[in-house]
């Protein structure tokens, strides 16, 4: 099949005196893992031979591919190039390292040779060279991965679990580093090259970044970076095929190893995105972006999340309270540490935020942090205390003042009184003396406002158990008849969690 292949590449159709006929100078296919070599009295021959036959039919016009491309005229170098690429088409099994040891070896050799190729950009690339070189890099690069029963099961939130490697990474690592060099050389016209970096080229790619090598996603990241700077016509399918990957982790599967890397990919895109911003872009934000804070393992992207929110922002302001407001619907309630960071977040877009912007938010937005003041975990209360460390969100407060206040005051007051851990409520006395220290009359105002509702609920609450206590010394007399209705005591003992 191979040897079909290479027909159709260009031929050399120099010759030299010292080519030897072509029926001598046949290869015999390789079949598992096994060699061939044809009979030649030559020495220089019997070499060559030696050193090619572990590969299948590779000889593309009677170029010894194995011949340095500084043996050859600058003519032929394109046809040599086109035939070392055919050679390294050959897969081996890696698990193995004791199998085709010499093969691995000679392939190895042959991309090294292959990448200070490119890298000297000495040749422009014709157009078999460029299909040489994305039917190898497929035959290579692309494959299904086994199913990943690790970390994902449980979030991927265990930081301790140790990354796979895959075996094959030495010559994986060379194919995408003569891919890499093979997009960016100056040699390559994109024009022509795109009709085979196509669509579906991409796509596999893309599929790639779910490998669990972070050597190899990291490979792919700066390929996929290179590709969209490199065809600006595949821009928009890009731009699209990895939405849909963000589509599919965070509404179905919420599993993908590569999001991380995506999301740095995106955040160089956002970077170029031209004002104002396209309706496209902001779809972008509010469907993609903001639902990614919802999955359990928002830890492994967060940071690379952050990056491309604080990107958009900074392109257009007015996005910021739907981004808000995006973060308060998606609120862990149960998850102290993602709590945590999304507190950082809030204070990352408070410090970009405009007063319009902020006094639109501003409401549900201190509810929420007065929710966390209160936490039981002291982590989360004083995250949520350190907002008023930052000088620009104490400015924003300070103005609203009539409006924030009595939103935080009970939060404040009840973690002076009873919150357990100390640093907790030694923050919670400074914020409410810098408070008092802003608008004194306000603060006695909420103050007694907090003293009113306190007395209420405690008056409530003493109601409900003089109820209850008629209640339960009515049915300790009342006689049970019929279907009537039984009041059970509660149990005086507890239970530990």
């Known amino acids: 099949m191979l040897k079909q292949i290479l027909s159709k590449l260009p031929r050399n159709k120099s010759s030299s005196k010292s080519d030897s006929p072509r029926s001598n100078s046949a290869r015999t296919p390789r079949s598992n893992g096994g060699t061939s070599s044809p009979s030649s009295t030559s020495a220089r021959s019997n070499n060559a031979t030696k050193r090619t036959a572990v590969f299948p039919a590779s000889v593309v016009a009677g170029i010894e591919p194995l011949v340095p491309f500084r043996d050859v005229p600058n003519a032929e170098k394109m046809n040599l190039f086109v035939s070392k ?103 390559l016209d994109s024009k022509v090259a795109k009709k085979y970096v196509d669509h579906s080229f991409i796509l596999r790619l893309l599929e790639l970044l779910d490998s669990e090598d972070p050597r190899e996603r990291e490979c792919l990241k700066t390929i996929l970076h290179r590709v969209y700077g490199k065809f600006m016509s595949h821009r928009p399918f890009i731009r699209k095929a990895i939405n849909n990957v963000f589509y599919r982790f965070v509404f179905e599967t919420e599993r993908h190893n590569g999001i991380p890397e995506l999301l740095e990919i995106f955040g160089s895109i956002i970077s170029g995105f031209a004002l104002p911003l396209k309706e496209e872009h902001k779809i972008f934000i509010r469907r993609v972006l903001v639902p990614l804070h919802k999955p359990k393992s928002l830890g492994l992207y967060f940071h690379q999340l952050s990056y491309c929110v604080t990107q958009f922002l900074e392109k257009d302001p007015k996005l910021t309270s739907m981004v808000l407001r995006g973060l308060l619907k998606y609120w862990p309630v149960s998850n102290s540490q993602k709590e945590v960071m999304f507190l950082g977040e809030i204070e990352e877009i408070l410090e970009a935020i405009n007063v319009v912007e902020f006094q639109r938010v501003m409401v549900p937005l201190f509810w929420r942090i007065g ?127």
């Not at 690069?141 to 990474?169: H, I, K, T």
Request: with cysteine.
């Open 85 to 187: 690429v055919s050679l390294c088409c050959v897969t081996f099994d890696f698990t193995d390292p004791s199998k085709n040891s010499v093969e691995k070896d000679l392939k190895r050799q042959t991309l090294i040779e292959l990448v200070d190729f490119v890298a000297s950009g000495s040749t422009r690339f014709t157009e078999s060279a460029i299909i040489a070189m994305c039917r190898m890099c497929a035959a290579n690069l692309f494959r299904v991965f086994p199913p990943n029963y690790r970390s994902n099961l449980n979030g991927g939130e265990n930081d301790d679990e140790e990354p796979v490697f895959d075996p094959a990474w030495p010559h994986l690592h060379l194919v995408y580093d003569l891919l890499l060099r093979f997009i960016t050389s100056s040699c």
């Open 371 to 497: 929710c966390c003041i209160n936490s039981f975990h002291f982590q989360v209360a004083e995250r949520a205390l350190f907002l008023w460390n930052n000088d620009h969100i104490v400015n924003l407060i300070a103005h609203n003042r009539m409006v924030i206040l009595p939103v935080v005051f009970p939060a404040l007051e009840r973690n002076a009184q009873t919150h357990w851990n100390q640093a907790v409520l030694n923050l919670s006395l400074n914020v409410r003396n810098m408070f008092m220290e802003m608008d004194e009359e306000l603060f006695a105002s909420c103050h007694a406002h907090f003293k009113e509702e306190e007395a209420k609920l405690s008056l409530e609450a003493e109601k409900r158990k003089e109820a209850w206590d008629r209640l339960e010394k009515k049915a300790s007399i009342q006689p049970i008849t019929g279907n009537a209705a039984v009041v059970v005591a509660p149990l005086a003992t507890s239970i530990a969690c």
